[in-house]
T-cell receptor
Framework: DQQVKQNSPSLSVQEGRISILNCDYT??????FLWYKKYPAEGPTFLIS?????DKNEDGRFTVFLNKSAKHLSLHIVPSQPGDSAVYFC???????????????FGQGTILTVHP | NAGVMQNPRHLVRRRGQEARLRCSPM?????VYWYRQLPEEGLKFMVY????????ESGMPKERFSAEFPKEGPSILRIQQVVRGDSAAYFC????????????FGEGSWLTVV
């Protein structure tokens, strides 16, 4: 049961344009979402997060939008740079029982390629 | 990735041998998590530990896998009698009161079983 889904395995964007990465979830109990970026042979790096009490969170070139009714979130990168080329994962803590926000359910990831 | 240290980065084991992966959490963090990424898949939660306690091991295979986080020293993920299907990247993450609801990952340990 894939509770967090990233349906686009890959995305190709021209440098300077906007990159939009999408993520859907099925568990209505999820109340916090994170985006991680991962380069080959390295660990995931935290990018940005959003609480379910918000519908938008912005940090520099990165903005995450949350649509709770649609159970959908998206990560916008503007402007995209070649160094942004990596795999992007969305994730949500399975905090049932209030044990921890560290038990994350990850999507399958989207490979972003930004062309110069 | 700052501060979460994992070793070894790469480990090769023959089938039937034991693999031990170590993780030192970020300074000040007392919560450790282990994740596994199989080829062509996303990361999957394995286990959550605090010092001397296993809090949630719902993602751990029932046999051959164990984890500990002793009072002193790093957290250890131990895989006994490895099989080819154990070949994967194993990531450790940590969190503490300073990090809020965010966990930070190490660089990973790549296990290859031959």
């Amino acid at each position: 049961d894939q509770q967090v889904k990233q349906n686009s395995p890959s995305l190709s964007v021209q440098e300077g344009r906007i990159s939009i990465l999408n993520c859907d979830y099925t568990n209505s109990m999820f109340d916090y979402f994170l985006w991680y970026k991962k380069y080959p042979a390295e660990g995931p790096t935290f990018l940005i997060s959003i609480s379910s009490i918000k519908d938008k969170n912005e940090d520099g070139r990165f903005t995450v939008f949350l649509n709770k009714s649609a159970k959908h979130l998206s990560l916008h990168i503007v402007p995209s740079q070649p160094g942004d080329s990596a795999v992007y994962f969305c994730a949500a803590p399975d905090n049932a029982g209030g044990t921890s926000y560290g038990k994350l359910t990850f999507g399958q990831g989207t490979i972003l390629t930004v062309h110069p | 990735n700052a501060g979460v240290m994992q070793n070894p980065r790469h480990l090769v084991r023959r089938r039937g041998q034991e693999a031990r992966l170590r993780c030192s959490p970020m300074k000040g963090h007392s919560h450790v998590y282990w994740y596994r990424q199989l080829p062509e898949e996303g990361l999957k939660f394995m286990v959550y530990l605090q010092k001397e306690n296993i809090i949630d091991e719902s993602g751990m295979p029932k046999e051959r896998f164990s984890a500990e986080f002793p009072k002193e020293g790093p957290s250890i993920l131990r895989i006994q009698q490895v099989v080819r299907g154990d070949s994967a990247a194993y990531f450790c993450a940590s969190s503490g009161w300073q990090s809020g609801n965010t966990i930070y990952f190490g660089e990973g340990s790549w296990l290859t079983v031959v």
